[in-house]
Structures are given as C-alpha cells and as structure tokens.
C-alpha cells in the first residue's frame, strides 16, 4: 500500500509538472482545431487575444471553414478561387455570410437557435451569398480607389463626390 | 396597412350608407358665397359652409326613402324631372317635402332614384370609415380623424384629375389649391400625404405647362445613374430583376463555350457580376462571355460605357472568365440596328430588357410604335433566351384619368413598401427616382411620355404575337428570389409564380413581373440575304 502511495504521489507531482509546462501556443494545430468549432463573433474575439493568435486567426482557411463548413452538398473546387480573388473567406463571412444567415435565422420559425449552432446551408444559400459578395466587390471597384475603410459603399461615396462637383 | 392603404381601397368605392360622420367642421369657415370645388367638379353646386346641414339631409332623405313603400318610389321614379339637382340644397329640401306630404305631383328623379345608393359617390368623403351598424342608420356626428383628411386627398386628387381631363383648367387649379391645404393637414412623411404631394406636385406641373413640351429639369445621364443605383440599394425590385434574369439566363446558356448577353440598358452594370461569378463557378468551366452595353451617349467626352466594360472586365478577370464587352451608345432603342451589336452565328445570345421596353410604346414621328420594329430584329437575332422585366401596372391607357388612377394605386402601393427602408440617402434618392417615374406618366403626353407601362398579360400578348414562346422560369429562380427577399428586413414583399412568369409585389399587390422568351424561328422563304436569287 505504501508503494501505491508513493507512485500517487508521483503522478501527481508529474501532472502539475505537466500542467505548468503545457501552452496551447506551442500546439498550434490543437489551436487551429478549437478555433474551427468557434462562432464567427468568437473567432473575432479571440483574434484580440494575443499577436499570435491574431495571426492565426487571420488565416483564411478557418474563415472558410465557418463559411461553408456545414454546406451540403460540399461546395466544389472552384469556389475557393473565386471567393480568394473577390476579397477572400474572412470579408465574404463580415459582408454576406454572416447577415445572410442572421436574416434567415430570424425568419425561422423554429427559433430558438442560437449564433453558436452552425447552420446546414443549402446550395441556393450559398449561391445567393456569393452572388452579393461578387456585386459588393464590384461597387467597390465602381467607387475607386477613394473608398474609405472597408466599410463605406461606394454610393454614399458618389453622393458626396456629386455634392463637391460644380460642372455646369 | 397603413392609412393611406385604406384610404385608396374606400376610394375605389366604397359606398357606406350607414353611420353618418361629418368631417366638414374641421375646413375653416369658407366665404359665404363659396362653392365647395370638389362637389363642382361633380356638377354639383353647393356652398362650402352649408356641406354640414346638406349631408345630413341627404341622409335623412336616404332614411325616409327606404322607409318608403315601394309605391311611393315607383311613383317617383315615374315622375319628370322638375327641380335642378345641381342645387343640391334645394333640391334635397324639395325632395324631403315631397315624400313626407306624399303629393301626387311630379318631383325631380334623378337618373336611377329607386337604388338608394346612387346618390354621388362624392357624399361619401364625409362618411366615416368606421365598421359599419348594419340597418341602422345612426343620426351622430361623429369626430373625425386622420383618415377622414386622406380619404378627402384622394378624392380631390381624383376630381382635379378629372377637371384636367374636361380640359377644365381653372377648376383644377382651384384644386390644387384646395390639395394643397389638406396637404398640409396630413402626415406628408409617410403613406397618403407623401405620394399625394408628389401627385399634386405632378398635377400641377400639368396645369402649368402643356403636356407635349413637358421637360422637367433634365438629369445627367451621371445623375440618373445616382437615382438608380440608390433605387437599386433601397427596395429589392431591381434586384429581383437582376437575380431572376441571370438565373433564366445562366440555364438558358447551359451547356454553350461562347456566350454574348446583350444589355438594353447598361447603366452601371449592376446585374453582370453575378453572372459572371455563376458562369465562373459553373461546372465544366466558365464559357467566353461577350457583354454588348446599350446606353445614353455621355455628353462630356467621358466614354462611360467604356468605362463600366473595363470595371466588368476587371471583375472578369478576377474570377478568371473569358470576357470581352462592347458598348453601344444610343439615345433611343429604336435608334440601335443590329449590324451595331455584330452577333456572330456560333454564340448563344441572350437579350436582356430591364424595364426599357415600355419605352418603345410611345408614338414616333414617321411611323407607328417602334415596339414591333424593335422584337422584329431581336427575333431576326435569334436569341436562346430574351429576359422581360416590366412594371405590373397598366400607365398607358389613353385616358388622362384611367392613368392617373392606376398611377396613384401602383405609386402608393411602391411607397408603402419603400417606407420600411430606413438606410438615408438611399431612400430618398429612390423616393426621387420613383418622383421622376410619376411625374412622366403624369405631367407628359405623345413622345415625351416613355414610361408607358402595361402589364404582364398585354405584354404576353404582345411578345406571342411578335412570334415568341414562352419560356417558364424554373424553380431554381423562384427559391432564390424568395430567399433574396428574406434578406430585407420588410414582410410585406411576396413573390408569385405566375403562368412560369415571376412577379414581386407588396402585400399581394403585384409590382414587378419579370418572363423569359425564346425566339420561333421565322419560317425561311429565303435561305439568307446573300443566297437571295
């Protein structure tokens, strides 16, 4: 009984030892694997936690992931090129996704569901969402180079133009 | 349902005889000798400060009447005429007299006296529009309220529309006066008071200057642009427009390696990029897509087509589609021949009209309404698909007041749906989008009137006579148009399949159809221009 004791003692010793030294910063695959599972406000949070993180937030591919990880059927090939060359996964969630889904969530009857559940969407959803994606990165090439912060459109943006332009 | 919704609906006409209201006691005291404008627009002559007293005897004489035995009626009916009913006054009083005393004599018979509700519709702007009390016919003023003042705004609007109609200038601008002041009665921020001051803005402008030379300050083709693109922003019409016919067209295009969709009216190009992005993403690969632009000259020297064919073919590229554009600039449609587009035979083209047929409706000078010269070449093109979106109303009827009725229906109804939208500027520059629309159907006549819409039944005709065949637009476009409506934060909107065409109204009130068509082949007497023997 003694010698069970001791090796107790032991373990615990070795799992504090254990604990003091685990980081999750050092693993940054077990990293990636948490953020994956995390709500796009989540993922935005957790992108202020450290330079480190943030970096690895920034990274593309979990924003792809909570776009169109839940889609069915699996979104083809393709798409990842064109959403990299309209403005990439992260603004396409800021800019159609997220309001998409919270619109459609509001019209459910089912309510209920709370931000943390990810959808299942449907082709058509996603459909819809790249179609808008793709008509705001055009305003945005419409509005030129003058855009302000991402945010602005570029119609309030010609609105003002048109107010400083005295042609007669 | 906001007020001004029923407002419209008892004006259409409504014809509650029961609880009596009197909303006349809120018009400030007239001069004696003044006669109320609306009732004389009727025929009607009667003085403003005794509407009072000549209601409640219309309505006594209603009750006695149909206390009546139907003897007494018919004797009435039988008699000639002998007093003017255009003193109403009077001539209510005489009748009163008449049928308490039960006289053998002649009394004055009106056209159809034996149906207690034929008396003018008119009376019934002070009628409260309150639940009707079935058989009982209550003698209470009641207060009026809000309503009361709409109701009476539409039927000034009709009476002075009528009077321009008559060519009876003078009375229609004493009411516009008269419009003017209830406009000031009323909530002009929203509902009734807001299309009623652009109507009555419209009405007067009519009056003013003769319908033929109406040119109200015109827009830059920049500026016009602006509008638009804020109507695009601010109510989801344009945008059904846009998702509809790329759907129709991308299924149209199935299966095609070269591609040429021609725009009637480019604008900014607002519909191309999710085409684009769709052919891009399209399995077996993007085909090469020519876009023809049709657009106004720009008069500055600025190539603005150009311009918006570079920033397609940026897009394009992006997405690694195979692009080329083309602009045609022409003031009118009619002015376009199809050398200028330079369709080659190999492609599949599809013809896109966002509301721009409507516009060869009108007359032109040398010879009849360009529409049928116009679907002649597009049919001679031979296109896969041609994409109709028009408005859902009929604004070219010709009469002034058959417009002007379903004018301020339609108007009403596209502002209620535009009064959800809280995002500034956007709304107010589609509420001045929508103005110009109003004011052409309404202030212009002959060439200068373009926005002659009809509705989709005429136009089916039309586009089957001019020799094509329907084309249903499937399930694919349905869904994805009741999905874009979720997106705006309104209820009101409902998407309706009809007969494979699509329509997007406001509360069941269609306003926007849009039809796809497929050109039959004409039957070839001649095997092409340069075989002709």
């Not at chain 1, 796009?40 to 992931?65: F, K, P, Y």
């Not at chain 2, 627009?41 to 206390?67: C, F, I, P, W």
């Not at chain 2, 529409?371 to 994409?387: K, Q, S, T």
Request: aromatic letters at 6%.
């Amino acid at each position: 009984m003694l010698q069970i004791v001791d090796i107790n003692g032991d373990l615990e010793r070795e799992t504090k030892k254990l604990e003091q030294n685990f980081c999750i910063n050092d693993h940054v695959d077990l990293l990636i694997e948490v953020l994956q599972r995390l709500d796009g406000r989540s993922l935005a949070a957790a992108a202020c936690v450290c330079r480190q993180w943030c970096s690895i937030v920034r990274n593309d591919s979990l924003w792809e992931h909570l776009c169109f990880g839940n889609v069915s059927p699996p979104p083809s090939i393709g798409i990842r090129s064109v959403v990299l060359a309209l403005g990439g996964y992260r603004r396409l969630y800021m800019v159609c996704v997220r309001p998409v889904a919270s619109q459609l969530k509001r019209r459910r009857i089912d309510g209920g569901e709370s931000e943390v559940v990810r959808r299942v969407w449907n082709r058509h959803e996603v459909e819809l969402s790249l179609s808008l994606f793709c008509v705001e990165y055009y305003e945005r090439l419409l509005g030129g180079g003058g855009v302000v912060g991402g945010e602005s459109r570029a119609t309030s943006l010609k609105f003002l133009c048109k107010a400083v332009n005295v042609s007669i | 349902m906001g007020p001004h919704d029923s407002s419209i609906s008892a004006a259409a006409g409504s014809t509650s005889s029961s609880s009596s209201a009197c909303s006349t006691s809120t018009k400030p005291p007239q001069p004696p000798d003044q006669m109320d404008h609306l009732l004389a627009g009727a025929g009607y002559k009667v003085r403003s400060n005794d509407l009072h007293q000549v209601a409640e005897r219309l309505q006594r004489l209603e009750t006695v009447m149909v206390k009546s035995s139907p003897v007494e009626i018919s004797e009435l009916v039988n008699d000639a005429v002998h007093y003017n009913p255009t003193d109403l006054a009077s001539w209510v009083d005489s009748l009163l007299t008449e049928l308490n005393t039960n006289p053998p004599l002649s009394v004055p018979v009106p056209t159809d006296l034996s149906d207690p509700n034929a008396f003018p519709a008119n009376i019934n702007m002070y009628a409260n529009h309150a639940p009707q009390v079935h058989g009982e016919f209550s003698q209470q003023v009641v207060a009026p309220f809000e309503e009361d003042v709409s109701i009476q705004l539409v039927h000034v609007l009709m009476t002075c529309a009528e009077a321009v109609q008559r060519g009876d200038l003078s009375l229609a601008g004493l009411l516009i006066d008269d419009l003017q002041a209830l406009l000031g009665r009323v909530n002009s921020g929203c509902g009734i008071g807001k299309v009623g001051s652009f109507f009555v803005d419209a009405l007067s402008r009519r009056i003013v200057n003769s319908p033929e030379n109406a040119v109200h300050a015109d827009l830059s083709a920049y500026e016009n642009e602006i509008l638009y693109h804020h109507y695009y922003e601010a109510c989801p019409y344009l945008k059904f427009a846009h998702f509809t016919a790329n759907q129709a067209i991308l299924e149209a295009f199935d299966g095609q390696d070269c591609v040429h969709v021609i725009d009637f009216n480019l604008m900014q190009g607002l519909q191309w990029p999710a085409l684009i992005q769709a052919l891009a993403l399209r399995p077996g690969g993007p085909p090469l897509l020519r876009l023809t632009g049709i657009g106004p000259p720009s008069p500055d020297g600025r190539d603005s087509l150009r311009e918006i064919g570079l920033k397609l073919a940026e897009l394009a590229r992006s997405v690694n589609v195979r692009f080329a554009f083309r602009g045609v600039a022409a003031s009118r449609l009619d002015d376009v021949k199809p050398w200028m587009l330079q369709v080659s035979p190999k492609e599949a083209i599809a013809v896109n009209s966002i509301m721009q047929l409507h516009r060869l409706l009108g007359p032109n000078s040398s010879r009849g309404p360009p529409i049928d010269l116009v679907l002649d070449w597009i049919r001679d093109l031979n296109p896969r698909i041609l994409m109709v979106v028009e408005q859902e109303s009929n604004h070219n009827q010709p009469e002034f007041l058959d417009r002007f009725t379903e004018a301020l229906y339609y108007y009403s109804t596209m502002f209620d749906s535009l009064d959800v939208c809280t995002a500034q500027p956007e709304k107010a520059l589609a509420e001045l989008y929508i103005q110009r629309e109003i004011c052409n159907v309404v202030c212009c006549e002959g060439p200068v009137r373009v926005e002659r819409h009809e509705p989709l039944v005429r136009w089916r005709d039309r586009l089957i006579n001019a020799g094509f065949a329907p084309l249903h637009l499937g399930s694919n476009a349905f869904k994805q148009a009741r999905m874009l409506l979720t997106l705006f934060s309104a209820e009101g909107y409902s998407v309706e399949e009809n007969e494979g065409c699509l329509t997007l109204g406001w509360h069941s009130r269609p306003l926007i159809a849009a039809s796809a068509w497929q050109a039959i082949p004409k039957p070839s007497t001649t095997i092409g221009p340069i075989n002709h023997p």
